[in-house]
C-alpha cells in the first residue's frame, strides 16, 4: 500500500528539522505553519475495491493526529454512499512540529542557545539561525566558545600562544578543536583591522588573528666543516627556527634536499654543501633563506608519482631546482626493490622537464607494473656515491 501513513509524514517533518527550517524558526526565521503536507490516499477505484483496507487506514491516521489537523472531503459513491475521507494534512504551529519528530528538548536547548547569545553577543544570533543543527551541537560548550569570543573582543591580535589565553574553563586545545567554528564567530565579531584577510583555514588560524604560531623549523646538515655556523668540526645536525635559518647566509655550492631521514642521516661529506631533511610536501620554511639560490638544489625524493609531485612543488619556490636520483635508469637498475604506492597521483605536473614528465607519465599510466614505486632509501648507496662523484667533477 502506497497510501502516506503517519510514519511517512513524521518523516516530512523530520525532514524540515534535518534542514535546519525548525530550529531556525526558533531563531527569528521565517516562519513555515500553517504547512500543508503531502498526503497520497486511495483513489476511487481503491475506495470501492478495499474499502476495509481505507477504514484501517483512516484510523492509522486520526489515531495519530496530535499533532496534525486532518482535512477531509466527501466522496458520494454509487455503492458506498457518501464516505468522508481525509484530502489534507496540516501541521498548524511548530509547536506541534517538534511534538510530532519528539524535538521539543532540542527546541528547548536551542532556543536557551539564543537566549544566552543575544543577551552576550547578539551579533551572533544570525548565525545561530544559519546554522541551527551546528550551534545545537554546540550546546554544551557554546558558553565557552562565547566567553573566547569575549576575550579576543577585548585583547585583538594579541600576539600570544593560544596556550597564554588565560579563560576561566578553557584550554588551548579546546580552540584549537574548535578552530573552525572561532574562525566564523571570530569574522563576525573582530573588526576588521584586527582580521589579516590574508590567512585563511584551520592552518592559518593563528596569523588570522594576531596569536603566535609554532615557529617553522628547518633540520639541516653541512657536510662540508668550513660550511659549519659554529668551530668545531663534528658532524652538526642542526635543527633552527626558519628566521634563524633565513639569516645564516652560507656560502654553499650545492643543496641537497631528501625526504628520508636515514638517507639525510647518512649523506656523505661534500664539499660546499648542505642536505636539508625535507619531509614531504610545503616549502614555505625554506622559501625566505635567498641563501639557497646562490648554489645548485637538487631534489631527491622517491621514484613515484607523489615524489614528482613533491618536485614540482618545490619549484613554485625555486625553479631551477634539478631532481636526484629521479631518473629511469636508477629504478629499472633497482627493481628488485620495487613497491607498490598506496594512492598515486594523477594529475598533471607542468614543472618537471621533458625526462621527468616522461618517467612520470609512465609511473601514473603503469607502464612497468600496478602503481609501482621505488623508495629512495633502496637505492644502493654505490649509487648515491657515483652521483655525487659525477656532480663533482668540472664540465
Known amino acids: 500500500m502506497s497510501w502516506t501513513t503517519p510514519e511517512d509524514l513524521r518523516g516530512q517533518v523530520r525532514r524540515l528539522w534535518d534542514r535546519g527550517l525548525l530550529p531556525a524558526a526558533l531563531a527569528g526565521g521565517d516562519t513555515i505553519f500553517p504547512r500543508r503536507l503531502v498526503l ?14 481505507v477504514r484501517r487506514w483512516i484510523a492509522r491516521l486520526e ?3 496530535e499533532f496534525y489537523r486532518v482535512g477531509w472531503r466527501t466522496v458520494n459513491h454509487r455503492i458506498l454512499g457518501v464516505n468522508a475521507v481525509p484530502d489534507e494534512i496540516w501541521i498548524d ?13 532540542d527546541a528547548e536547548r536551542f532556543a536557551a542557545l539564543i ?3 543575544r543577551e552576550r553577543r547578539p551579533e551572533l544570533s544570525a548565525w545561530l539561525a544559519k546554522r541551527p543543527l551546528r550551534g545545537l551541537a554546540l550546546a554544551d560548550d557554546w558558553a565557552r566558545l562565547l566567553d573566547i569570543v569575549d576575550w579576543l573582543r577585548r585583547h585583538p591580535r594579541p600576539d600570544i600562544y593560544l596556550r597564554q ?37 584551520i592552518g592559518g588560524f593563528c596569523r588570522r588573528y594576531g596569536f603566535r604560531d609554532k615557529p617553522m623549523r628547518v633540520r639541516f646538515r653541512t657536510l662540508d666543516p668550513d660550511l659549519s655556523p659554529f668551530t668545531t ?10 628566521d634563524v635559518f633565513d639569516r645564516l647566509a652560507l656560502p654553499v655550492a650545492r643543496v641537497f634536499i631528501t625526504e628520508n631521514e636515514v638517507n639525510f642521516l647518512a649523506f656523505p661529506p661534500v664539499s660546499g ?12 620554511n625554506l622559501a625566505g633563506a635567498e641563501w639557497l639560490r646562490v648554489g645548485e638544489i637538487h631534489y631527491w625524493g622517491d621514484i613515484d608519482t ?47 622537464t621533458p625526462e621527468e614528465s616522461a618517467l612520470y607519465d609512465a609511473l601514473r599510466r603503469n607502464r612497468w607494473g600496478n602503481r609501482i614505486r621505488l623508495e629512495q632509501e633502496k637505492i644502493g648507496f654505490n649509487c648515491v656515491a657515483s652521483a655525487l662523484e659525477r656532480l663533482s667533477r668540472p664540465d
Open 40 to 53: 497520497k490516499g486511495p483513489s476511487s477505484r481503491e475506495l470501492a475495491e478495499r474499502f476495509d483496507d
Open 63 to 65: 489515531k495519530g493526529a
Open 93 to 105: 504551529s511548530l509547536d506541534d512540529a517538534l511534538g510530532l519528530i519528539d524535538k521539543r528538548r
Open 115 to 117: 537566549s544566552l547569545t
Open 165 to 201: 589565553v588565560d579563560v576561566p574553563g578553557v584550554h588551548s586545545k579546546f580552540i584549537e578543536r574548535h578552530r573552525a567554528v572561532l574562525s566564523e564567530l571570530f569574522d563576525l565579531v573582530m573588526p576588521l583591522a584586527a582580521v589579516d584577510a590574508s590567512a585563511g583555514g
Open 233 to 242: 668540526t663534528a658532524d652538526l645536525d642542526m635543527t633552527l627556527t626558519r
Open 273 to 284: 654543501t648542505v642536505v636539508i631533511f625535507g619531509a614531504g610536501y610545503g616549502f614555505d
Open 306 to 352: 607523489h615524489g614528482f609531485a613533491i618536485l614540482n612543488q618545490l619549484r613554485r619556490y625555486f625553479p631551477d631546482a634539478a631532481s636526484f636520483l629521479m631518473d629511469e635508469p636508477t629504478l629499472l637498475a633497482h627493481r628488485v626493490h620495487w613497491g607498490t604506492e598506496p594512492n598515486p597521483e594523477t594529475g598533471d605536473l607542468e614543472r618537471l
